[in-house]
């Protein structure tokens, strides 16, 4: 294809230069994001201890300080799915595995602060499909990477049995 198309290697350094600023111009707004998340978890936090003590009873302010938790840690590890470094060998792979476990992620986050008293059951439903369906491509994905890894290692050597003295 190089070869086929006149400039072709011209405009693949245009684009890795533009993904390198999307990536950039992404990983410092997601990083202001965590931050700005991070400090109203912080503030949350002060004030349950403030008003409630050590021994918060209220299972609304509960779901709404991990709900604030989860929103960071995905903040975080969206972060991360950015920074894969281009040109690695499974660069796909791994961008593939990090936006699945986000998924996962942000459903875990929506079933903690899900009003159990006004529950849809439909609504709960499709939740727990998307989470079987997020953890069984997962699954896949994570399937497909460990038989690509077991492919490339090397069986044991079996020098270590040849060098144990033989009985006789």
């Known amino acids: 294809m190089k070869n086929t198309f006149p400039g072709f290697i011209g405009l ?16 410092l707004c997601i990083t202001i994001v965590a931050c700005l998340g991070l400090l109203h978890v912080v503030v949350a936090v002060v004030k349950l201890v403030l008003h409630a003590g050590l ?10 300080v991990f709900g604030l938790f989860f929103t960071v840690l995905i903040a975080l590890e969206f972060r991360h ?10 660069q796909g792979m791994i961008r593939m595995r990090s936006v ?24 709960l439903l499709a939740l727990s499909a998307a989470v079987l369906s997020l953890s069984a491509a997962y699954w896949l994905v994570r399937g497909k990477a460990m038989a690509r890894v077991d492919a490339t290692t090397p069986p044991p050597s079996q020098t270590s049995q040849d060098t144990q003295p033989q009985k006789n």
């Open 100 to 123: 699945l476990l986000i998924g996962m992620m942000a459903a875990v986050r929506k079933f903690i602060v899900l009003d159990l008293n006004g529950v849809n059951v439909r609504e």
């Open 12 to 27: 693949a350094r245009l684009f890795d230069l533009f993904e390198g600023g999307a990536m950039l111009i992404l990983s």
């Open 81 to 90: 799915s950015i920074l894969v470094l281009p040109g690695s060998e499974s």
């Open 55 to 64: 021994q918060p009873t209220d299972p609304a302010i509960l779901q709404e």
